[in-house]
């Protein structure tokens, strides 16, 4: 069996040839690793037009959103306080056993579309379906 040995090229320096070719003070100056450095002292920062754009654009609509909201927040109350209020009048009443809601509309708002007055009965009472037992208490509209 063959024993592997190692080889050693010429373009590869061995460990003790490695040096830093510059040393940064106690003081922690940089300029002399600006200075060693193969591509010689560090050129200033320029932004790109897409970067002149995120820079100045992005505050620009953080400011216009936050501006919005501030202007939506104020007017808001004023604008809902403009219109009265939306009262139905309603009637409570017991339900009887076999009554339904189509005959309790009918009795009720004679003067409404039955079919009107149902689904306003439904959702003023949060009912599931039209099917409600015997003594359960209803709010009723009578008039819009």
Same mark, same amino acid.
């Given at each position: 069996?063959?024993?592997?040995?190692?080889?050693?090229?010429?373009?590869?320096?061995?460990?003790?040839?490695?040096?830093?070719?510059?040393?940064?003070?106690?003081?922690?100056?940089?300029?002399?690793?600006?200075?060693?450095?193969?591509?010689?002292?560090?050129?200033?920062?320029?932004?790109? /037009?897409?970067? /002149?754009?995120?820079?100045?654009?992005?505050?620009?609509?953080?400011?216009?959103?936050?501006?919005?909201?501030?202007?939506?927040?104020?007017?808001?109350?004023?604008?809902?306080?403009?219109?009265?209020? =939306?009262?139905? /009048?309603?009637?409570?009443?017991?339900?009887?056993?076999?009554?339904?809601?189509?005959?309790?509309?009918?009795?009720?708002?004679? =003067?409404? =579309?039955?079919?009107?007055?149902?689904?306003?009965?439904?959702?003023?009472?949060?009912?599931?379906? =039209? /099917?409600?037992?015997?003594?359960?208490?209803?709010?009723?509209?009578?008039?819009?």
């Amino acid at each position: 069996m063959p024993v592997p040995t190692l080889l050693t090229t010429p373009e590869l320096s061995p460990a003790s040839e490695l040096r830093c070719t510059s040393e940064v003070s106690s003081a922690g100056d940089l300029s002399a690793l600006d200075a060693a450095s193969p591509a010689g002292p560090a050129a200033p920062l320029r932004l790109t /037009r897409r970067g /002149r754009l995120v820079l100045i654009g992005l505050p620009a609509m953080l400011t216009a959103a936050a501006a919005l909201t501030m202007l939506g927040f104020f007017t808001a109350p004023a604008m809902a306080s403009n219109g009265g209020p =939306d009262v139905t /009048r309603t009637v409570q009443v017991s339900v009887g056993p076999g009554e339904s809601l189509w005959g309790l509309a009918q009795e009720y708002a004679p =003067d409404r =579309d039955p079919r009107a007055v149902v689904a306003d009965m439904i959702e003023l009472n949060n009912l599931s379906d =039209d /099917r409600i037992p015997a003594g359960v208490q209803l709010f009723i509209p009578v008039a819009r």
